[in-house]
């Protein structure tokens, strides 16, 4: 396959299959599947989710550089219907035991995947008419306490890809920026309060609001008591003297 070749009429129809296909082939037993489930996933990251290959060559501190290039999930699902229910159906299994050390081998390239895309916001499509994105919150906040470093950067950026802005009348709630940041908020909350933390949780959650407040214009608006009193916490490295 040349990853350079550019995209056929006649092979959009089945993009949204080779992708799942290559996912599901990273936990095959066979070197050769494996192999060629790279060559079609990086075929497909080049040719379809973001054509500027020279975007994002490698992690920039907590940041993945994205193209002018890519897509944003709303786009992706809409070309791809057959992709989004397969996409979540496989999030949700390889997502169901994250806080051990087993590596799930599709995980860190469908979180990359994401990660890829441009914030649904951005889309041309009206945000509320994709009931996809909401639905993959869940899995993807679940990936920010998994014990890989990479799979908590990458979950971080794919939580904001996700984000639906801030709209505050936004029909899907679950995914504006106020609701996931205060969901972040809440569970870094919970964590001071319990003897024993995870520190790979705190890390991605701190992690994902970095990701949220960087895409807003103006972050101060969702500056809370609470989150003020989390930052100073863990900007201090625990020796804050207040609430916690």
């Avoid at 350079?4 to 006649?10: F, I, V």
């Avoid at 996931?180 to 790979?200: A, D, F, T, W």
């Avoid at 970095?210 to 101060?220: D, V």
Wanted: net charge positive.
């Amino acid at each position: 396959m040349i990853l350079d070749a550019p995209l056929s009429a006649e092979m959009k129809p089945f993009i949204g299959d080779s992708l799942i296909s290559a996912l599901i082939g990273y936990s095959d037993t066979s070197w050769a599947v494996r192999n060629s489930s790279t060559m079609t996933f990086s075929a497909i990251m080049l040719r379809v989710v973001d054509a500027d290959k020279n975007a994002g060559g490698k992690m920039k501190g907590i940041r993945r550089e994205v193209g002018v290039s890519a897509i944003t999930a709303t786009e992706l699902f809409r070309s791809y219907p057959s992709l989004a229910i397969s996409l979540l159906s496989l999030m949700k299994e390889e997502t169901g035991e994250v806080v051990t050390n087993r590596l799930h081998p599709a995980l860190f390239p469908l979180l990359l995947l994401l990660s890829r895309l441009q914030p649904i916001s951005m889309s041309r499509i009206d945000p509320r008419a994709d009931d996809i994105s909401g639905m993959l919150i869940a899995p993807v906040l679940n990936c920010l306490g998994h014990p890989h470093h990479k799979v908590r950067l990458v979950a971080s950026r794919a939580l904001a890809v996700l984000c639906s802005g801030d709209d505050e009348n936004s029909v899907q709630k679950n995914n504006s920026r106020r609701a996931l940041i205060e969901q972040c908020v809440c569970l870094l909350s919970e964590s001071l309060c319990r003897s024993q933390k995870s520190n790979n949780q705190d890390h991605g959650l701190l992690l994902a609001l970095y990701e949220l407040l960087k895409e807003c214009s103006t972050p101060a608006m969702y500056f809370s008591a609470s989150m003020k009193e989390i930052l100073s916490y863990y900007g201090s490295w625990g020796f804050f003297k207040g609430k916690f």
